[in-house]
């Protein structure tokens, strides 16, 4: 990689560093695991920027290699072990202020989709993709990126309408 190339780079990686480590969160649920995600996405991107560089839309790439890579991370046996000495914390959802209530209620909402179904919600309506770009980002059919909103649409309405008594149109 020349020095311009690098440039161009690292211009890229800290414009987009901190969307890049929202969406990794919204993905994972846990900030040290997006941090880790994001640094295999830069690193990847690195090694392949001139290749990505001539991408059409290299910030649907970046985020379809973001999306793979938690995909994958997934997969790993040591992902699916769970401490269990130590009761987690529990957020006080009783504070004062309601919208951070209805974020942990939608994150907590959000943990209960499949993954995939997961990541499709995310790009779609987070990152704001296109069908198109989603289903180019996730290696799907742009038919299966629709249905896949749709039933996680769905289900998220059911499991709010369940745990808060009040649709969740009605939040924010």
Not at 75 to 92: G, H, S
Not at 106 to 130: G, K, T
Not at 156 to 171: D, I, T
Request: net charge neutral.
């Amino acid at each position: 990689m020349n020095r311009a190339e690098e440039d161009e780079y690292r211009q890229f990686v800290t414009a987009r560093l901190e969307s890049l480590r929202r969406t990794a969160y919204l993905l994972c649920r846990e900030w040290h695991t997006a941090d880790d995600l994001v640094s295999i996405t830069i690193g990847k991107l690195y090694r392949h920027w001139r290749r990505v560089r001539a991408a059409e839309n290299i910030d649907a790439y970046v985020r379809g290699m973001l999306t793979n890579a938690w995909l994958d991370e997934r997969r790993r046996p040591w992902r699916r072990e769970r401490a269990t000495d130590e009761v987690p914390e529990q957020v006080d959802l009783t504070m004062p202020y309601a919208a951070l209530a209805d974020r942990q209620a939608l994150l907590a909402l959000l943990d209960q989709l499949p993954a995939r179904r997961r990541a499709v919600i995310v790009l779609r309506f987070y990152c704001d993709l296109s069908v198109e770009e989603t289903a180019e980002a996730l290696g799907i059919s742009p038919g299966t990126v629709k249905s896949q909103a749709a039933r996680g649409l769905d289900t998220l309405r059911v499991l709010a309408s369940n745990a808060s008594g009040r649709p969740m149109e009605e939040w924010a």
